[in-house]
């Protein structure tokens, strides 16, 4: 079983408000139904274990791209909204912050009296896998964030968080697990353990230290000295703003033009989102590209804020309107879905497509910057005419506006 991933991530404090983490459950769990429909479990759950398609997805739910706060409010949302229709969606999410993720167990062996999967097995893992990266792997971080999710088939995706307060920074690591290739939980998990330099760490799962597994010796604390070179990992900025290196421009690009230049009714496919306007098929299209997006489109996370903002208002404020246009969409594309009329979850399949296609000409402004600056402005300035809001409070619309 190789861990997926790592990230390293600012530790940001402050609550998420109620009205966002209410739109975040609605939208994150029609976000995970559309995938189970279109695509299945394991994909879902090979999703979940990626770091960058995990921080494109809280992002493309309002959260501060950046932040450590993204994996328990992600969690939390899909926990709240999946768990009480778990028989129907064969999807089971355990564990969560503190006091939650010593329950994760208990969870498990609940989940295997109510499908017949081993539960026993299941906590097993759960255990195991916290425990290589809370003490085999002493990297100074330890957690305090563990959700187990598993399918009704008994394939799972571990997400959990460490923290190290130490030193001049505060951050948070977060580690990603999944079933699909587990061969040992000893001998080389990981398909890297790195990160921001905290200097010697100990990695007892290393096949270099299978000697000291067997004869109980003592740790040498050392790196080891070969990694697999199939890393990833992702590391997250101090800094709260979204500036343009963030984000791959061409993607972008081609997405605000799909949005703002294109007259979507012209396209047979997109007929049936007519009356959206071009805001929310912005939006539409980051959210549908989570959906259907291949691994390599997720390398820049900070782009899809460009969806429905943050609740810092990093790039902007969380334009309400268009998040609830946003979430209607896309669960009457699901429910129609279910019921065999795929129209609607084509048409939305499609703008990501359209936008795939235009980044082959799309080019850049020369002073893409400059232009960046320009659209985070825009948007900001009409963030009042999208319901905007923050923790800061409700966007106010200009003085002089008649």
Request: charged share 20%; net charge negative.
């Amino acid at each position: 079983m190789k861990k997926s991933g790592t990230a390293d991530l600012p530790l940001y404090s402050g609550p998420i408000p109620g009205w966002l983490f209410d739109r975040m459950t609605t939208l994150g769990g029609a976000i995970v139904e559309a995938i189970l429909v279109d695509k299945g479990h394991d994909e879902f759950l090979r999703r979940l274990s990626d770091p960058f398609w995990f921080q494109s997805f809280g992002a493309v739910l309002g959260m501060d791209w950046n932040s450590s706060g993204v994996t328990t409010a992600v969690m939390g949302a899909l926990k709240r909204s999946l768990n009480p229709r778990s028989n129907d969606l064969g999807l089971y999410i355990c564990g969560g912050k503190g006091k939650h993720s010593l329950q994760t167990p208990a969870e498990l062996m609940a989940v295997g009296d109510k499908t017949g999967l081993d539960g026993n097995h299941l906590a097993y893992c759960s255990r195991l896998s916290a425990k290589v990266d809370n003490t085999a792997v002493q990297d100074g971080y330890q957690l305090y964030l563990h959700s187990f999710v598993v399918s009704a088939s008994g394939n799972w995706s571990v997400v959990q968080q460490g923290m190290n307060t130490g030193g001049e920074s505060a951050q948070a690591r977060r580690y990603h697990w999944h079933s699909g290739q587990l061969q040992s939980f000893i001998d080389e998990p990981h398909a890297a353990v790195c990160g921001t330099s905290q200097g010697e760490i100990m990695n007892l799962v290393a096949r270099e230290a299978k000697p000291a597994q067997e004869a109980m010796l003592q740790i040498v604390g050392e790196n080891p000295d070969t990694m697999l070179a199939e890393i990833k990992k992702l590391v997250m900025p101090m800094r709260k703003d979204v500036t343009a290196k963030d984000i791959d421009l061409k993607r972008l690009g081609s997405i605000l033009w799909l949005a703002q230049e294109q007259e979507t009714t012209q396209f047979e496919d997109l007929l049936l989102l007519k009356g959206l306007g071009p805001r929310t098929i912005q939006s539409l299209a980051l959210v549908s590209e989570v959906i259907h997006g291949t691994p390599a489109r997720f390398s820049d996370p900070a782009r899809f804020s460009f969806a429905h903002g943050g609740k810092g208002s990093r790039p902007f404020a969380v334009p309400t309107t268009v998040y609830d246009e946003t979430i209607e969409t896309l669960k009457k594309s699901v429910e129609q879905a279910k019921l065999g009329e795929t129209d609607r979850q084509k048409a939305l399949q499609k703008l990501t497509k359209m936008a795939q296609d235009a980044e082959t000409d799309f080019v850049p402004n020369a002073d893409s910057e400059a232009s960046f600056n320009t659209l985070v402005q825009h948007e900001r300035d009409n963030s009042w005419r999208y319901g905007g809001r923050s923790i800061h409070g409700s966007e106010q619309s200009p003085k002089n506006f008649e």
